[in-house]
């Protein structure tokens, strides 16, 4: 079992920055690896980002390439996501989840985390 807590959301305006952490306790976190997902009002679950448990790979959405950075630390058993250049489209419930492998496919991952919200003003 892998429990994962989301935090560091919040309001900000067009072109801010936030960086969500998402801290891991259980099993042996640094056997996982970990995505980042988002859900808006009305919309499915999308992904975001995607770290391996080495953290050598990653993989993001076309939406935030370049925008959006994912990083872990396995001695602190978090992985973070950091948001610049914000748009009020990126406005959602920001998720974490674990699984040993890597996926961009939300039905892959094990665990979930509770999410944090994340809105955007324009």
């Known amino acids: 079992q892998v429990e994962l807590v989301e935090s560091g959301g919040g309001l900000v305006q067009a072109g801010d920055s936030l960086r969500l952490s998402c801290a891991a306790s259980?099993?042996?976190?640094?056997?996982?690896?970990v995505g980042w997902f988002r859900q808006a009002p009305g919309k499915e679950r999308e992904f975001v980002a995607a770290?391996?448990?080495?953290?050598?790979?990653?993989s993001y959405a076309d939406s935030v390439k370049g925008r959006f950075t994912i990083s872990r630390d396995n001695a602190k058993n978090t992985v973070y996501l950091q948001m610049n250049s914000l748009k009020p489209t990126d406005t959602a419930v920001y998720y974490c989840?674990?699984?040993?492998?890597?996926?961009?496919?939300?039905?892959?991952?094990?665990?979930w985390g509770q999410g944090t919200q994340v809105t955007v003003s324009s």
């Open positions: 989840a674990a699984d040993p492998q890597l996926s961009r496919v939300a039905g892959v991952y094990d665990y």
């Open positions: 259980g099993r042996i976190f640094s056997n996982y690896a």
């Open positions: 770290i391996s448990w080495s953290g050598r790979g990653t």
